[in-house]
């Protein structure tokens, strides 16, 4: 049994070349290029020969958004009943670690009204009623993470490690950006177009609010604050973008009355500017926070890939046993057990090629096993 240890610090990168201004462009950057520029002529196009939604159309999405003839005593009770039941489901899931269970929870939860109502108001210019959704959506995320608090802190142990359902939710990318953005145009075009609303279940789905809640509760319950902040930081950007694509699309149906409805309602450009300035607040640690305000998210199938195919180029005489990575204070430390008949892999090769596919300080320590490999080849 051999064991070796090194160390290596993140090496700068190497200076790009510049590319003459006179030299012509990539042909797949003059592709992507005609395509942005094919797909803005759309845009316009759609925008120029939409048709607005008549008074009565207009009328029922507003009502499916802000629901009258209810008492308001009655209707918080039900939405805070929905809330507390869809975010139990929530939590039972993540600690169970079951993907099904925590689908539920989203198909229960009642946060995707009022945040597309919330994006209605916006491009309407209803200011009070942005309020109130606002008021509406905070009310029902605090309540969410108190319950997920008091669940996590009554069921008895823990898994260690935490619940992949959990870690999932706990260091948010711009892809989850992206898929927000999606969710809530489908979901807005869901409202403004009755034939498409059956898309709704699947918007629910497609963008958790609730599970991120959960997830802060139970975080915060066990002290695991970054991971907390990035929970947060994941519901965040979900409502973000939701409503900006919803305020968008909303704009592009014609839920807005006139052909130019931007045109002299500076406050729905005032409200569009706010949401796009909340999009880049929650962009700049999604994008740069990752280690600091955001946990790393773990290395560890990707380190491994690279061992085994740093150990696969040596030939068959050596096999991977384990791979286990753990990051701490911008150093990924990465233990290494392989198993081998003749000769030991070279440690700082091997750590050289991490690091480089990670771009960070790599601490490289490999447990060498001796084996005896038979073969035997026998006729029927």
Do not use: C
Request: proline fraction near 7%; hydrophobic fraction near 55%.
């Amino acid at each position: 049994m051999r064991t070796t240890t090194t160390a290596l610090d993140e090496r700068p990168d190497q200076d790009l070349p510049t590319i003459p201004a006179r030299i012509n462009p990539d042909p797949f950057l003059r592709i992507l290029t005609g395509l942005v520029l094919l797909g803005w002529v759309e845009a316009q196009r759609l925008w120029r020969g939409r048709e607005p939604l008549q008074d009565g159309e207009r009328r029922e999405v507003i009502d499916r958004l802000f629901p009258r003839g209810m008492p308001k005593r009655q209707f918080f009770t039900r939405f805070a009943s929905l809330m507390m039941l869809s975010t139990a489901i929530a939590v039972f899931g993540i600690l169970a670690d079951s993907t099904a269970v925590v689908i539920g929870a989203m198909l229960v939860a009642p946060l995707m009204f009022p945040v597309l109502g919330g994006a209605a108001a916006v491009v309407m210019g209803w200011p009070r009623r942005i309020v109130n959704r606002a008021l509406l959506v905070a009310g029902g995320s605090l309540l969410a993470v108190m319950l997920a608090a008091v669940i996590s802190f009554i069921i008895p142990g823990h898994e260690t490690p935490l619940p992949a359902e959990l870690m999932a939710r706990t260091s948010p990318n711009l892809l989850d950006l992206g898929i927000a953005l999606a969710a809530g145009a489908a979901g807005a075009y869901g409202q403004v177009r009755r034939h498409a609303a059956d898309a709704l279940t699947g918007v629910a789905v497609a963008v958790a609010l609730v599970p991120p809640l959960a997830v802060v509760g139970i975080t915060l319950q066990l002290t695991e604050w970054q991971l907390a902040v990035g929970a947060s930081l994941l519901f965040l950007a979900n409502v973000v973008g939701i409503v900006i694509a919803a305020s968008a699309t909303f704009l592009a149906a014609g839920f807005v009355p006139g052909r130019n409805p931007l045109k002299g309602h500076t406050q729905i450009l005032r409200g569009v500017s706010w949401a796009a300035i909340a999009a880049i607040i929650v962009v700049l640690p999604m994008q740069f926070g990752r280690g600091n305000v955001l946990p790393v998210t773990d290395p560890t199938e990707e380190v491994t890939a690279v061992v085994e195919e740093y150990v696969a180029e040596r030939g068959s005489t050596t096999e991977v046993v384990d791979v286990d990575v753990a990051v701490a204070d911008g150093v990924t430390k990465v233990d290494v057990v392989v198993a081998s008949t003749i000769a030991a892999p070279l440690v700082i090769p091997l750590a050289e090629r991490i690091a480089d596919y990670l771009s960070s300080k790599v601490q490289l320590r490999l447990l060498v096993l001796d084996s005896d490999t038979e073969r035997a080849t026998v006729d029927p």
